[in-house]
């Protein structure tokens, strides 16, 4: 049955329709952004765990030179340890006619014949090689799509100087190589990096392995920690060239994805919270403040004998509707976010079921968060006015005192006219809901800013990284050490401007209880190719006596300038010296360990050698310097400054880029919300005195100008104030989603803040119209006798 009140609901909705939708979609922004981002991180966790628990993810990883595979009963020994496959891999070099670079790959050899696998492959098309077949592989899916690899194509691998031939029968995937990357570049090129899986013999007959492995993963029982497990095996396998287990956390793919995770963990808490923070205040204000100018009309139904209840409950009603219609059209724009999210992860982290999962709780919360701070809003509101007695609430509200403000003292009287003398005393003698008002639409601004400041941080990104510290544009590395002999025989090469050498060894850093295995770059001391930065990116040149970290790595082991860290190198003498944290560099991709090349040359003993060398090459002479590096034996790899830009900005960027322009659109949507709701309710609170005035002889233009002066007045506030708010936000979700991966620089452009500025401003300019045609359309007898 429909009752009185759920009349009046109704005609309200209706009269309200543009203030009821616009408030809706501020809850729909809020809604969206928080079940997309916990969804999307649920969808993508559980996708890693399914794959994971399937394929038999390992929790431990060691590489060394060689070891007899009977050591592998000594290593089954190891207390925790449940099963160890012994390994061969090996980076090698495929002969691929169509790429423009050296196509470097990992070889990594099946299960010996007899073994049970540890690590099962996710097959997509095809079969693995059967046991005993040394003519067959599987391969990646990410290189079989970039390079339209199919079954049955021939696979040419350059092994000991000469060329190989294998037959794809396999294309797959690995739980290993989730996120593939090429040793030392931190971002994947699926067009020059493959992966292959071959039998165990095909490998032994490849690299003279037979009986030994060079490779090997762990798995361990429940609840071992992996750290006591790793110390033992880096005392068994040391005689045998190992250059340190690592953890499942540092092993390079997963170790991205968790970054990735982390990262999604935290926009799923940060960015959420902004949205629905604000969107939450408005709700507070902006039905708080409807339900003021209902005032009258809640005194009448009191004094019709309604009694408080239900009229708590009619607005209650309202908000409902409100919210309802919000979360409704915020579920499906979450759908649709979360779906574009995930297809952005498509082509960067290959898992075999990554679809989007909406996690019911989040679509619960999000309403039930809504409702509640509409309710209190309402509530809070409804409060004033019932409490009063019916006589009491139906007059008007007692005029407040208008009185000389401050800021007309600031201003000539001369230069007021009366208008303006009513539009700043109007603005000052409300000064809580004046400041309301800005606070508002000053909250608007950050949120279009955090929407577009992603852009600001790419490029800064990309200019820190690929055009201060790195200043070459090609990158070759070596299979092995060579004499630096080498460097200037690479600088004679046609084009080759400068070359750079460097050495690049692995090494494991402590400092205290910490420990941390990785790679350190040993730079020239006046190095002009690769020159580390400060956080107020100023070049820093490696000193010969001691370490230069990056910011996260020495945050990861605790340490600061001047503190001393024991560095132990992982291959040749594998000597351990204390040195101590000469500087701390910011960089914005991966964590990077820094030392003068003839310090590390020392501290390894293998005289002065380099394994990798930065060039400058004429741009001309790029594309004939690619096929010549494709025919030198003494080349492992190249990365190229162009593609390994083209492919950050396909797959980095483009992931970031697509979160971004959908936050953007619904920062506008609130911004939208904010500014025509503080511009219809000013007016729906101020029809009584604007007819007053239209009645007194002042014109339509003359009682808009007094209206939107104050509109205007608050603008102006607001703006400078939200752009204050922006940085300091900017700054806190970029500190909150850096990971070690990938540094996010919290830079907003001043382009970013025109733009945001435009668009609060261009709302205004629109709310500014639509209500300007209700002042024209006042009904003065009308809006007059709601006061008698």
Not at 242 to 267: C, H, T, W, Y
Request: overall charge positive; aromatic content about 8%; charged content about 20%.
């Amino acid at each position: 049955m429909v009752t009185l009140l759920d009349r009046k609901l109704l005609r309200d909705i209706s009269a309200m329709r543009g203030q009821v939708t616009t408030i809706a979609l501020v809850v729909a922004a809020g809604m969206a952004v928080f079940v997309a981002s916990i969804s999307t991180y649920d969808s993508l966790r559980a996708g890693r765990d399914r794959f994971y628990a399937s394929a038999g993810f390992p929790q431990v990883f060691v590489t060394l030179k060689r070891a007899p595979l009977s050591v592998v009963a000594q290593l089954n020994e190891i207390p925790g340890v449940a099963a160890v496959e012994p390994r061969i891999v090996r980076d090698v070099i495929l002969d691929w006619p169509s790429a423009m670079l050296p196509v470097s790959a990992r070889m990594v050899s099946l299960a010996h014949a007899g073994d049970e696998p540890m690590v099962r492959l996710h097959v997509r098309r095809g079969t693995l090689p059967e046991r005993g077949d040394t003519q067959t592989v599987a391969i990646n899916e990410a290189f079989a799509e970039a390079n339209a690899v199919r079954l049955g194509s021939d696979v040419r691998v350059v092994l000991n100087g000469r060329i190989q031939r294998f037959r794809v029968v396999a294309v797959a995937l690995s739980p290993e190589y989730v996120y593939a990357v090429k040793p030392g570049i931190p971002i994947p090129d699926d067009r020059f990096y493959a992966v292959l899986w071959v039998d165990r013999r095909a490998a032994e007959a490849a690299f003279d392995m037979t009986g030994a492995f060079n490779d090997a993963i762990v798995s361990l029982t429940p609840g071992t920690d992996p750290k006591q497990v790793i110390d033992e095996l880096d005392r068994l396998l040391e005689p045998y060239g190992s250059v340190g287990a690592i953890a499942r956390r540092d092993q390079p793919s997963n170790r991205f994805l968790e970054d990735e995770l982390n990262q999604q963990k935290v926009m799923s808490i940060t960015i959420p919270i902004i949205f629905f923070g604000v969107a939450a205040f408005l709700l507070n204000v902006v039905l708080g403040r409807l339900v003021t100018a209902q005032r009258e009309q809640i005194a009448a139904l009191k004094a019709l004998g309604f009694p408080t209840t239900p009229l708590v409950f009619h607005y209650l009603k309202l908000v409902a509707v409100v919210v309802l219609f919000g979360s409704a059209l915020g579920l499906a724009g979450g759908f649709v976010f979360g779906e574009a999210m995930i297809a952005s992860y498509h082509g960067f982290f290959r898992l075999p079921a990554l679809v989007f999962e909406l996690t019911p709780w989040s679509a619960l919360a999000g309403f039930l968060i809504s409702f509640a701070a509409a309710s209190l809003g309402v509530v809070t509101a409804l409060q004033s006015v019932v409490t009063l007695a019916p006589a009491v609430a139906m007059r008007p509200a007692a005029p407040r005192r208008f009185r000389r403000s401050w800021i007309e003292a600031l201003l000539s009287t001369r230069k007021l006219t009366p208008r303006h003398v009513m539009t700043i005393r109007n603005f000052t003698g409300r000064p809580l809901r004046s400041a309301f008002t800005i606070a508002g639409i000053a909250l608007a601004v950050p949120m279009v800013v955090l929407g577009l400041f992603w852009r600001d941080a790419i490029d800064q990104m990309i200019e820190v990284q690929f055009n201060l510290v790195e200043r070459g544009n090609a990158m070759v590395t070596f299979p092995h050490p060579l004499d630096r002999t080498v460097v200037g025989d690479l600088a004679r090469e046609p084009g080759v401007l400068v070359a750079e050498g460097y050495r690049i060894a692995p090494v494991r850093l402590r400092a205290g209880h910490r420990s941390y295995l990785t790679s350190v770059i040993g730079l020239p001391f006046d190095s002009g190719l690769r020159r580390p930065h400060d956080a107020a990116l100023r070049p820093i040149d490696v000193p010969p006596g001691g370490l230069t970290l990056s910011r996260r790595l020495a945050e990861r082991i605790q340490v600061v300038p001047g503190d001393t860290v024991t560095i132990e190198v992982m291959e040749g003498k594998r000597r351990k010296v204390d040195l101590p944290v000469s500087a701390i560099v910011d960089e914005v991709i991966g964590m990077s360990c820094y030392m003068e090349i003839d310090t590390l040359n020392r501290l390894t003993g293998e005289g002065a050698v380099v394994s990798a060398a930065a060039l400058l090459v004429e741009p001309s002479a790029l594309p004939a310097l690619s096929r010549r590096f494709k025919e030198l034996p003494v080349i492992e790899s190249v990365s190229m400054k162009a593609y390994t830009l083209s492919s950050f900005l396909d797959k980095i960027a483009g992931l970031v880029l697509v979160s971004a322009g959908v936050l953007t659109v619904f920062a506008v949507i609130v911004a939208v919300g904010v500014v025509y709701n503080s511009a219809r309710i000013a007016l729906q609170e101020r029809a009584w005195e604007l007819a007053s005035l239209r009645v007194l002889g002042f014109t339509r233009a003359e009682v808009a100008q007094i209206l939107f002066g104050q509109f205007a007045i608050e603008i102006a506030l607001a703006i400078p104030l939200g752009l204050v708010l922006s940085r300091g936000i900017v700054t806190l979700i970029a500190r909150f989603h850096s990971n070690e991966s990938f540094q996010i620089p919290g830079v907003v452009g001043a382009r970013t803040y025109a733009v945001a500025t435009a668009i609060v401003v261009a709302t205004a300019l629109a709310s500014a119209y639509i209500v300007r045609r209700r002042v024209d359309r006042l009904d003065l007898v009308a809006v007059l006798k709601t006061r008698d």
